[in-house]
């Protein structure tokens, strides 16, 4: 059994090797046919962008790729040859300052240029030559690179830095706006930023570090730190709705910088509702209508639209709305509603709880209204004529009886 297995796998393996022999040496055919083409020698280096611009105080970071091309594994020398005064800059990888590279032929080995301006310097052009030189000084490559120092822009200052993913933020003037904003510390040494904001009058805004409670007023950070803030902002409770721009900056000596927030403020949604007395509670008969005015009161900043009622009532009761519906109501406008409640014609005598819900969208209003079912007028004529019955009935046997 087992030597007819083993002889199973082998035709297998036999059958694979002659259906897929041709085209693998077709496949290495090509290869070597390609290699053959390729020159001793062929080096080159590209930067990925020969010219940037820059604000002032940002450094530059870029790749610098060498492609082999020839038959022969390259180990260059790579430097900076030329560079402006004041910015510092090297050779990197990921981990390490890099001084030479490898290059395996037909492979493409990328390391990265990394400059960084001080303070003093200023809005120009500043170029940088990067030369890569083969072992044996056979293959010499250079590469230029120009980065521009633009002037700098109104509201940013060198040194700090300030950046935002949200600056717009939509809500109700009763809520808190939080903006998550990145200060950044430019400078080549510690620095404590002072921070501030403008805000339109009557609002709060607050600082603090990000996933924190504490408020603060400053910050410290390390050369080139960054750290996450919140910028908490509280509108003036009676805000109108409408677009309103914050400005927040950090400050470090005669150096600013500032970032434009939006807070667009939608209005509050609040509804109030109630009788003329109010008392809730009311008194009516066995299938008989029995209504109330109700007031509504729009007591928030923005419009309510499409008021609808709905209610709660005891099984085979009625409640009934007039108007059904209102569709605007404005900022303080107050208008009416009535309300009739019709108990069932069986229901007991006793007392019952209605409830009228008042549904404006973005707010509601629940109204719990005590209906008392008192007995039918007739049923208390008829308990009169009972007891009148009943003393005319003793009065006429006393006097039978007395005469006997």
């Given at each position: ?249 950090a400050t470090y000596g005669e150096m600013k910088a500032e970032i434009p927030l939006t807070v667009v403020i939608t209005g509050t ?136």
């Amino acid at each position: 059994m087992a030597r007819k297995k083993i002889v199973l796998i082998f035709m297998v393996c036999f059958l694979s090797l002659l259906f897929y022999w041709p085209s693998f040496s077709a496949e290495t055919k090509k290869k070597v046919e390609d290699y053959e083409k390729l020159p001793e020698r062929s080096l080159t280096m590209a930067a990925e962008f020969p010219g940037i611009e820059v604000p002032p105080g940002e450094s530059v970071n870029m790749n610098i790729t060498f492609f082999n091309r020839g038959k022969t594994t390259e180990s260059v020398n790579v430097r900076i040859v030329s560079k402006p005064e004041n910015w510092r800059t090297r050779i990197k990888s990921e981990n390490f300052t890099v001084t030479a590279v490898s290059v395996p032929w037909g492979e493409d080995k990328t390391v990265v240029f990394e400059a960084e301006p001080d303070r003093s310097v200023r809005p120009g052009d500043y170029p940088f030559v990067i030369e890569a030189k083969t072992s044996d000084e056979k293959i010499v490559l250079t590469q230029r690179i120009l980065v521009k120092v633009r002037e700098f822009e109104k509201g940013a200052a060198r040194g700090i830095k300030l950046t935002t993913s949200y600056p717009v933020l939509k809500g109700p003037s009763d809520a808190k706006f939080e903006f998550s904003v990145e200060a950044e510390n430019k400078l080549d040494r510690d620095a404590v930023f002072n921070l501030s904001a403008q805000v339109p009058e009557g609002w709060e805004v607050n600082f603090k570090p990000a996933y924190e409670y504490k408020t603060i007023s400053s910050l410290k950070l390390r050369a080139n730190q960054s750290q996450n803030l919140t910028v908490e902002i509280t509108p003036y409770k009676d805000a109108k709705p409408g677009s309103y721009p914050v400005i927040v900056r950090a400050t470090y000596g005669e150096m600013k910088a500032e970032i434009p927030l939006t807070v667009v403020i939608t209005g509050t949604y609040s509804i109030d509702a109630g009788t003329l007395t109010g008392l809730l509670s009311l008194e009516a008969r066995q299938g008989k209508k029995t209504s109330v005015t109700v007031f509504l009161k729009n007591t928030g900043s923005a419009t309510l639209n499409n008021i609808a009622f709905t209610s709660f009532k005891p099984e085979n009761w009625k409640v009934e709305f007039n108007p059904e519906r209102i569709a605007v109501l404005e900022p303080n406008q107050i208008k009416q509603v009535e309300v009739s409640i019709t108990p069932y014609e069986e229901a007991l005598v006793g007392d019952y709880s209605v409830t009228v819900n008042i549904d404006a969208g973005r707010t509601s209003k629940n109204l719990e209204f005590r209906v008392t079912v008192r007995a039918a007028a007739v049923w208390g004529w008829i308990g009169v004529g009972i007891i009148a019955f009943v003393i005319v009935g003793l009065m006429v046997l006393f006097r039978v009886v007395g005469r006997r």
